[in-house]
């Protein structure tokens, strides 16, 4: 259907440009660097795939990247039918939808940084809405010596920040759903779960797919708002992936920073290559 | 069939309003505290209620310029994106050429690198082009995740306008940038505005590139208030400062409401 020739590269030629430059140029300078041992920019020294075998034989390295994958899975079993639940939940009516749009997009708008102080002065014991109320559920006031509760903080901080986003997807694709499908299912006495599943759900497919690769990714590489809360601790318990790389270039390791980036960079490339992969089988399933 | 819907039907409300809740429940805390002096002055007294942190904002020329700062690298970074985005997207929806599916997958991973893993390089990189500690250099690294984010939203507003535009407007003698410009920009102009908040909410909220793009000058408002935490941290004042740069997110969210509530459909290439 759609025309076959060249003309396409004109059209996206700008924006390859721009993203070659700020994506792909300083991407190769870091595969570079990934080889050498630099003290300063100007004096390095060949080393080979010697940081490559250092970080792949560490077990720090997949104590984070287990950790980072748990802490992913359980922020996409909550937020992707928390998302779609609270999409399927939004009123009919004109007026309510865009106040309720509005008032559930209001997280995404605060700076990342002040996440993490935001919640902690919510549990702060003092002032904290939350510090005053939960003690009296058994929630301990040395929760930062707690594993399970620094979780669950995180959690629930990464749920309120993105599960928005999830909702916005889902409630656009689902706008896109004729009212004629609908009387057609009532006609045929559907139950909701029929509707959910024969109708609703297919509309939101591709939809899904890109909030499954982005909140993935995103969780998976949480960088600015998970360290705050509790320094990574206890005992390193979250220390994420991208808090390790953090560290690493904080200290001005050039080497091993660049290998661990391009040691992500191949992750994310493994991710993008299955949404991919996924986005084929959902085409030609629709073509089908 | 008709008890469960019933029952589900009622479920939808509490559930609704109880996540409104939830979503809400930090920035309330945050405005509460925002309202309340948390270092001792001579004139009031820890916990009592006062002006006086918003009052800061206002005499601090540092934070007047952060939010300046913050203003103009979110407009350049939105007059880069979408005018580049769009050609773009309409090359994705419409045409086909070698290629296509590539590009978009290396678009895609680009959005989903970590910006943590390119802070070194784009900082040498922006160095040596001179665009460190400006307003420009953050709008520019920001297109690194909003130009694929805006390619995917926009290339699915354009799939979404009936094909025989296109002929027509070719029959008639226009050329394809004549008629994306004349034709398909009006038709897709709630799909630009939508992509334009998107890019806005982003990347104001950004921190990572913000950081280390600026270390001198150009601190937009989210540097702005990491300094404002030391020794002796004056949590209203940084509550403050944070529900005043939710303030122009809101507005604009408010404004949009409408746009973001009429759904696009978001296809796929």
């Known amino acids: 259907m759609k ?6 590269w004109i059209f996206v030629l700008p924006a390859t440009l721009v993203l070659g430059l700020i994506g792909l140029i300083p991407l190769i300078t870091v595969i570079n660097y990934s080889f050498f041992e630099i003290f300063i920019l100007d004096t390095r020294f060949w080393v080979g795939t010697d940081w490559y075998t250092e970080i792949i034989g560490s077990g720090r390295f997949w104590a984070s990247f287990g950790r980072s994958t748990l802490f992913s899975v359980l922020i996409l079993a909550i937020q992707i039918p928390l998302g779609i639940a609270i999409a399927l939940c939004i009123p009919r009516e004109k007026f309510w939808v865009g106040i309720t749009l509005a008032f559930i997009a209001l997280p995404l708008l605060v700076p990342w940084n002040m996440i993490p102080s935001l919640w902690l002065s919510l549990l702060n014991p003092d002032t904290g ?20 509760h620094t979780w669950a903080v995180i959690i629930a901080m990464d749920v309120w ?8 997807l889902c409630y656009s694709a ?35 797919l890109m909030a499954i690769l982005l909140r993935f990714m995103d969780s998976f590489m949480i960088y600015t708002e998970a360290f705050p809360i509790n320094a990574g601790g206890p005992n390193g318990a979250t220390m994420f992936l991208a ?4 560290e690493e270039i904080k200290a001005f390791n050039y080497g091993p920073s660049a290998a661990r980036s391009v040691i992500y960079f191949l992750i994310v490339l493994t991710v993008a290559w299955t949404f991919s992969k996924a986005q084929g089988r959902l085409d030609r399933a629709e073509a089908a | 069939m008709k008890r469960p819907l019933k029952y589900l039907s009622v479920m939808k409300r509490p559930l609704l309003l109880s996540f409104i809740a939830f979503a809400c429940l930090p920035l309330i805390q945050m405005t509460l505290i925002s309202f309340m002096a948390t270092l001792p002055t001579p004139a009031t007294e820890v916990g009592t209620f006062t002006f006086s942190n918003y009052a800061g904002i206002w005499t601090d020329p540092n934070l007047r310029s952060a939010f300046i700062n913050s203003i103009a690298y979110v407009l350049i970074n939105i007059m880069i994106t979408i005018p580049v985005a769009i050609p773009a997207a309409y090359a994705f929806s419409r045409l086909s050429f070698v290629g296509d599916k590539h590009l978009f997958l290396a678009f895609i991973a680009f959005r989903i690198t970590p910006p943590v893993v390119l802070t070194l390089p784009i900082f040498q990189l922006f160095s040596s082009l001179g665009i460190v500690n400006s307003v420009f250099g953050i709008g520019l690294a920001h297109c690194l995740f909003n130009l694929p984010i805006s390619i995917w939203i926009l290339q699915g ?3 979404a306008t009936p094909k025989e535009m296109d002929e027509t407007a070719f029959l008639d003698g226009y050329s394809r940038p004549q008629f994306i410009w004349k034709f398909l920009m009006p038709q897709i102009a709630s799909g630009i505005a939508v992509t334009a908040f998107f890019c806005f909410m982003f990347s104001w909220v950004e921190v990572v590139f913000a950081r280390i793009l600026t270390t001198t000058n150009g601190k937009p408002i989210s540097m702005a208030i990491n300094a404002l935490f030391g020794f002796q941290t004056d949590i209203g004042l940084v509550m403050a400062v944070t529900v005043a740069s939710v303030l122009p997110g809101a507005a604009l969210l408010f404004a949009m409401r409408n746009h973001l509530s009429r759904g696009f459909k978001i296809g796929h290439v």
């Open chain 1, 3 to 8: 025309n076959r020739d060249n003309t396409g």
């Open chain 1, 161 to 168: 920040h993105w599960t928005s986003l999830v909702v916005i």
């Open chain 1, 129 to 148: 809405i939350l510090g005053r109320l939960f003690p009296q559920f058994g929630w301990p006031a040395d929760w930062k010596l707690s594993v399970v």
């Open chain 1, 243 to 246: 808090v390790d790389l953090g």
């Open chain 2, 157 to 159: 507003f354009i799939s």
């Open chain 1, 174 to 208: 689902l706008t896109t759903i004729p009212a004629a499908h609908y009387q057609a299912a009532a006609i045929d006495s559907a139950g909701p779960w029929q509707v959910f599943r024969f109708i609703q759900l297919p509309k939101l497919y591709n939809v899904l």
